[in-house]
């Protein structure tokens, strides 16, 4: 009590430091890379994981660099792929060590076995030879890439030969997807303007969560165990948390740049254990986030 | 007993005072020293016709100017609940709302005007908004007669430019005939069309206030050109094929909003008024995706001059940089404030923010883009509390 009303003093005066952060259940748990590591990042975007070796991938797309750390936040190597990347804005780990990245100066998408030193480029387009424009990709279970279109605000399943296999939409109506991923029980998909999640699970109607509060730039989204929707708002600086029927339950961090805020935020995920990632455009960092 | 006995006669003489001379507050005593004419006109305010000042002003004290009994705005919808009831399901509000201040539009005692208007529309709308005052070879019937409440909602609505209804609906309203509009709109659906992106509601030069700049196509009448293709993007890129390089950003702003073509979320296909198919209000183009900068920056005190001119410090089609600026906050302030380099605090990789270790830079210090509750639209007060957030012994 005392302490907020020394803190309601404090704003009155001007003098009120950015609030303490907001982190409900959740514990800070690492930043990456760790600020004593001598390792900096300019402005990462986008975060991968590989469950397997339990090894972080960020995406920093100011010099084309891939970085990579352990489960502990130790950074192991950077990567560009030999200079094939330029300005690389997502990443998902493929079978057989490769690595799928978008290269956005080419609007490409590239397989990269740094293993064999090998990269492969790729232009997709649908069937009727329009373009896509992709923003995001992942791999699922089966090995089958995903791809955020942002031209048609969709998300296309590709087979082998990397073509346009399904493609789903929003409903009429809809603004166009900004972010997806894949759960064991369906792909889930964030329209940002609309205030929407898609669940789409193959041989059955989406379906679609209206979320009961408004944001102002909703860019990523994320799904617990238990069902509950992360979504993230960049320009607030907030993770908003939803019950699985898209019912407000609580806000995490804030907007800001001191440990445990966000500015700029660009992605939301959980880790092989379920550990919150976020990249923090602004920040210029990954905060890593257990329970 | 004496003392019972003037008890007893004080008491009667305030009886007295209070049944047989003039109540304080009702008009009879007012208007011993306040004309009775400056109170009366066309149209006179129920309190006033009905000689009941007090309802509004208290006679002896107040703590509001004008001995008003209470602040503007919570006077005015005390009797006026409808209206106050309205107001808060709006979304956006005329500016002397938002402010409380009814009397920027209405005199509270009588007035020639219909409404209580302080005068008559044309000149009171344009006393403000003098810069929508202008002559057009053909201009709109309401607009040319000054009856801007025919479209506007003077008070508040759920459009930015408080329009009375949403969509067609509020054109349809007057231009009945549906059936020639349908002819005219190659038999589409009248209700769903969007009047306001190809008709200036205005004025314009040009038959039907078409907007001035028109797409080479439709002025051509080769709509095929267009029509013909896939209504995804590819219609465009067909001929613009060079512009798709400007979307290869880390920050891309090529995003559909609708499922189609994103290029038309910003476009217009056929018309605009200016070059590249856009509207004269750039931020209103801005708006309908991004309500919440604009509506937090609504809500700041101190905000940066210009802001509705996004593409002064925005790249609209991509930029590598978070928020979609042209360059680093260094670069992009340079272009209009150079000089403050030479006075400024350190910037740049000499001065890392202590807070996430990043170079300093103009941002670090001011929010250019929504604006602040400080003066300079800084993140703190400039005498400490900007300064403590990095320099904790200060």
């Known amino acids: 009590m005392k302490y907020g009303i020394i803190l309601a003093v404090l704003a009155l005066l001007g003098l009120a430091p950015e609030g303490g952060a907001e982190t409900g259940p959740w514990n800070f748990l690492m930043q990456l890379p760790a600020r004593d590591s001598g390792v900096k990042l300019d402005r990462p975007i986008a975060i991968a994981v590989d469950s397997d070796s339990r090894r972080y991938y960020v995406v920093d797309p100011v010099g084309g660099t891939l970085l990579s750390f352990d489960r502990e936040g130790k950074h192991l190597a950077a990567f560009n792929a030999g200079g094939a990347l330029k300005q690389p804005v997502a990443l998902a780990k493929g079978g057989s060590g490769a690595l799928w990245v978008i290269e956005r100066s080419t609007n490409q998408v590239l397989r990269v076995n740094p293993s064999e030193q090998q990269v492969r480029r790729f232009d997709l387009r649908y069937d009727d030879g329009s373009l896509i424009f992709p923003a995001r990709l992942a791999v699922d279970g089966r090995g089958r890439l995903l791809v955020l279109d942002r031209m048609r605000g969709t998300v296309v399943r590709l087979d082998d030969n990397l073509k346009v296999e399904t493609i789903y939409a929003a409903q009429s109506g809809g603004r166009g997807f900004v972010d997806f991923k894949i759960k064991a029980d369906g792909i889930w998909a964030l329209d940002g303007l609309a205030g929407k999640i898609y669940r789409f699970s193959d041989g059955a109607a989406p379906s679609v969560i209206t979320l009961d509060r408004a944001m102002t730039f909703p860019l990523s989204l994320e799904i617990d165990q238990a069902g509950q929707l992360y979504v993230l708002d960049r320009h607030a600086g907030t993770i908003a948390v939803f019950g699985a029927q898209g019912d407000f339950r609580h806000e995490l961090l804030g907007r800001g740049k001191r440990h445990g805020k966000l500015w700029y935020p660009a992605q939301v995920l959980f880790d092989w254990e379920g550990r919150l990632c976020v990249v923090d455009e602004g920040n210029s960092r990954v905060d890593i986030f257990n329970r | ?394």
């Open chain 2, 1 to 394: 007993m004496k003392r019972i006995a003037k008890s007893l006669l004080s008491l009667a003489l305030a009886w007295f005072a209070l049944m047989v001379l003039p109540a304080p507050g009702l008009a009879s005593s007012c208007f011993e020293c306040h004309k009775p004419g400056d109170f009366q006109g066309a149209v006179v305010h129920r309190p006033v016709a009905e000689k009941r000042c007090d309802q509004c002003h208290n006679p002896h004290v107040a703590r509001h100017e004008g001995l008003l009994v209470k602040e503007q705005r919570e006077l005015c919808q005390g009797c006026h609940e409808p209206l106050r009831a309205r107001m808060e399901k709006s979304t956006f509000l005329h500016q002397p709302v938002k402010e409380g201040n009814c009397g920027g539009c209405h005199a509270p005692h009588a007035s020639a005007v219909a409404g209580l208007l302080d005068k008559p529309e044309k000149e009171l709308c344009f006393g403000c908004h003098d810069r929508l005052n202008k002559s057009y070879a053909r201009p709109h019937k309401p607009f040319q007669e000054g009856r801007c409440g025919t479209c506007h909602d003077p008070h508040g609505g759920d459009d930015y430019r408080l329009l009375k209804t949403a969509g067609a609906g509020l054109c349809l309203g007057c231009h009945k005939n549906e059936e020639g509009m349908k002819q005219s709109h190659l038999g589409r659906d009248s209700r769903a069309l969007d009047c306001l992106g190809c008709h200036h509601p205005h004025g314009g030069d040009a038959r039907g206030l078409l907007r001035g700049v028109k797409h080479k196509p439709f002025a051509q009448g080769n709509c095929q050109t267009c029509h013909g293709k896939s209504q995804g993007a590819d219609s465009c890129l067909g001929c613009h094929q060079g512009v798709l390089a400007s979307f290869n950003k880390t920050h891309s702003h090529l995003q559909s909003s609708d499922g189609g073509n994103p290029c038309i979320a910003c476009h217009n296909p056929h018309v605009g008024d200016r070059a590249g198919l856009l509207p004269a209000n750039e931020g209103a183009g801005c708006q309908s995706c991004h309500p919440g900068t604009f509506k937090r920056r609504s809500e700041m005190l101190h905000q940066h001059p210009g802001w509705n001119k996004c593409s002064d410090c925005h790249d609209l089609h991509g930029s590598d940089w978070p928020g979609m600026v042209k360059g680093s906050a260094a670069e992009v302030c340079a272009g209009c404030h150079e000089r403050h380099k030479s006075f400024s605090h350190p910037m740049g990789e000499k001065a890392l923010d202590p807070r996430n270790g990043t170079p300093m830079d103009c941002m670090t210090c001011h929010d250019a883009n929504v604006g602040t509750n400080y003066k300079y639209f800084l993140h703190g007060s400039a005498e400490r509390g900007l300064c403590v957030q990095c320099h904790l012994s200060y």
